[in-house]
């Protein structure tokens, strides 16, 4: 799967700076930040919905459109999938409970 993602992480990063009527990473990039993170916020409602609804092939769908926008949102954020990776990587074998405790208060 890394490799998927990682492939799909440098098409998008090529992708940003082509022509936005030829490239939808493009256009979307072109739209700024905030329209990146609506998008990564409508697929995630959807994804949610569709799992509510027991909608597995919805959920598949959903979900991969979902990775799809949020990599998109690191790659304008210059945040290398390698550096969540890494994250997950670090909470590995560590209580969600504990972790989350760990956390510096906001």
């Known amino acids: 799967m890394r490799s998927t993602l990682f492939d799909l992480e440098k098409t998008i990063r090529q992708r940003r ?16 930040r905030g329209k990146i993170a609506q998008k990564v916020g409508e697929e995630a409602v959807e994804t949610v919905i ?10 598949i769908g959903e979900s991969a459109d979902l990775l799809f926008h949020l990599l998109v949102l690191l790659a304008d954020m210059d945040v290398p999938l ?6 997950l990587d670090r909470r590995e074998g560590v209580s969600g409970i504990a972790e989350k405790a760990a956390r510096q208060p906001d």
């Open 82 to 87: 390698d550096a969540v990776l890494d994250e």
């Open 50 to 59: 569709a799992a509510m609804a027991s909608d597995r092939e919805g959920a």
């Open 17 to 32: 700076t082509a022509d936005p009527s030829q490239s939808y990473v493009a256009k979307l990039t072109a739209r700024g």
